[in-house]
């Protein structure tokens, strides 16, 4: 089945710097790749997603890549801000398969 | 629209006892996922239901089950606690079969203890 590995698992930047995250996928069919943010104490929410038809998906200050031929994504968050700090999870899927996750990346905004 | 809901919020139980956790998806909603969160383990998928019927099972013993009603609510059922059981649990709404590019809204979760 499939495996998503996420990379790093903690990651700190300063308030406006950049912070890129990565994940890696298995099965090449997988053609859907969500990406959610968790805050502390609250559910995940989807904050940006894109198909396998798709290179790069912007919106304002967050940009999702994908790389099919590597099988890996990317999520960029640019000018980050305090309220950015939460753990962030990416998941692949097919079809009517259900999504599998990475196990998260616990994103620090220091001001 | 009302979100995803889910009850209890928390819950303590003890090894060897059962428990059973309610999900409510948002009004339309036909599919319901449910997952664990552990620290450093993210979300793991347990099963899915659209329609009443389990569409995908994942990777968990026997004594986790699930079910899902005709007004979508679905319950899940943990039988013979362990203490490795203790996680967040939570589900996740959708229009269509989970996957299949359908959003999923997620429900603030259970926190299920075992002692």
């Known amino acids: 089945g499939e495996n998503v590995e996420q990379h790093p698992s903690t990651l700190s930047v300063q308030e406006g710097d950049s912070a890129v995250i990565k994940c890696t996928y298995s099965?090449?069919?997988?053609?859907?790749f969500p990406w959610y943010k968790q805050e502390l104490g609250k559910r995940p929410q989807l904050i940006i997603d894109?198909?396998?038809?798709?290179g790069e998906k912007k919106d304002q200050r967050i940009a999702v890549t994908l790389n099919k031929t590597a099988k890996h994504f990317s999520l960029h968050i640019t000018e980050t801000q305090p309220e950015d700090s939460a753990v962030y999870f990416c998941a692949a899927s097919k079809g009517n398969t259900p999504l599998v996750f990475g196990k998260g990346t616990r994103l620090s905004v220091i001001a | 629209k009302a979100g995803v809901t889910q009850t209890p919020r928390y819950l303590i139980k003890t090894r060897g006892q059962q428990v059973t956790l309610s999900c409510s998806p948002i009004s339309g909603h036909r599919s319901v996922s449910w997952y664990q969160q552990t620290p450093g383990q993210g979300l793991q998928f347990l099963f899915e239901?659209?329609?009443?019927?389990?569409?995908n099972k994942g990777n968990f013993p026997g004594r986790f089950s699930g079910r899902q009603f005709s007004n979508s609510r679905s319950e899940m059922n943990v039988s013979t606690l362990e203490l490795g059981d203790s996680a967040l649990y939570l589900c996740?709404?959708?229009?269509?079969?989970?996957?299949?590019?359908?959003?999923?809204?997620f429900g603030p979760g259970t926190r299920l203890t075992v002692l």
């Open positions: 239901y659209f329609s009443e019927t389990q569409r």
């Open positions: 996740a709404s959708s229009l269509a079969p989970a996957g299949a590019y359908n959003e999923q809204f």
């Open positions: 894109i198909r396998s038809n798709v």
């Open positions: 099965d090449s069919a997988s053609n859907y």
